[in-house]
C-alpha cells in the first residue's frame, strides 16, 4: 500500500501553490427585479456580512431486510426562505434602509391592501462573487434566482449607553435555487437541469 503524503510538506508546498480564499473577498454584485432593492455599488460596498449558500441533495431512505439504503433525492438550498445581508447602515438613512422600504411595499403595501406577490421571476436575482486579491471574480458567477426581499431587521439604537458604535440594517431575502455562470446568466447544467 502506498504512504500517504499528507504531511506539513505537502501542505505548505500546496498553501504556496494555490494559497487561501479569505473572508473578505466576496462580494454582492447585483440585486435586480421586482421587490428587490435597486442596489447600486455605492450601496453594496456597505454590505458587511453575506454567505455564499450551501446546497443539499436529501436522503431517502429505502429499506429491505433491515438494512436501510440511502438513495439520493431532490436537492434543497440551504435558508432560501431567509437569505440575510447585514449592510452598515448610511447617516442619512435616506438611501439604503429607503429602498428597502420601497422594495419592500412593492411586494406588498398595506397602506392600499395590493402589491406584486406573484412568484418571483427567472430575472429577480441576487449576484455574488469570490474574489481573487486583485478584487476580481474567481470562476464563476452565484446566481440566486428567484430572488425577493422578505424583511428589514430591526434597527437597535441605543440612547442611553450608546458610545457611538456603527449601526447594521439585516435584509432577509428568499430565493427559489442558485446557478453558476456568467453576470446575471441562469444557465442550465451540462444535464439540462439546474
Known amino acids: 500500500m502506498a504512504s500517504i503524503n499528507q504531511n506539513i510538506q505537502s501542505f505548505?508546498?500546496?498553501?504556496?501553490?494555490?494559497?487561501?480564499?479569505?473572508?473578505?473577498?466576496?462580494?454582492?454584485?447585483?440585486?435586480?427585479?421586482?421587490?428587490?432593492?435597486?442596489?447600486?455599488?455605492?450601496?453594496?460596498?456597505?454590505?458587511?456580512?453575506?454567505?455564499?449558500?450551501?446546497?443539499?441533495?436529501?436522503?431517502?431512505?429505502?429499506?429491505?431486510?433491515?438494512?436501510?439504503?440511502?438513495i439520493p433525492g431532490t436537492a434543497v438550498y440551504d435558508s432560501s426562505d431567509s437569505y440575510d445581508i447585514e449592510f452598515y447602515l448610511d447617516a442619512s438613512q435616506s438611501d439604503l434602509r429607503s429602498k428597502f422600504e420601497v422594495a419592500s411595499r412593492e411586494i406588498f403595501n398595506d397602506g392600499v391592501s395590493t402589491g406584486n406577490y406573484a412568484t418571483p421571476s427567472v430575472n429577480n436575482l441576487i449576484i455574488l462573487s469570490q474574489l481573487n486579491k486583485d478584487l476580481s471574480p474567481v470562476g464563476v458567477y452565484y446566481n440566486l434566482v428567484g430572488a425577493q426581499l422578505r424583511k428589514i431587521g430591526a434597527i437597535d439604537y441605543k440612547m442611553a449607553e450608546g458610545k457611538g458604535d456603527v449601526?447594521?440594517?439585516?435584509?432577509?431575502?428568499?430565493?427559489?435555487?442558485?446557478?453558476?455562470?456568467?453576470?446575471?446568466?441562469?444557465?442550465?447544467?451540462p444535464l439540462g437541469t439546474n
Open 12 to 70: 505548505y508546498t500546496q498553501a504556496a501553490k494555490r494559497d487561501f480564499s479569505r473572508d473578505f473577498l466576496f462580494r454582492v454584485v447585483r440585486t435586480q427585479g421586482v421587490g428587490l432593492p435597486d442596489l447600486t455599488d455605492d450601496d453594496l460596498v456597505y454590505a458587511k456580512t453575506a454567505k455564499l449558500p450551501g446546497r443539499s441533495i436529501q436522503n431517502v431512505e429505502a429499506q429491505y431486510m433491515g438494512l436501510k439504503f440511502n
Open 167 to 189: 449601526i447594521s440594517v439585516t435584509a432577509t431575502m428568499s430565493y427559489h435555487y442558485y446557478v453558476v455562470g456568467g453576470l446575471g446568466e441562469v444557465l442550465q447544467s
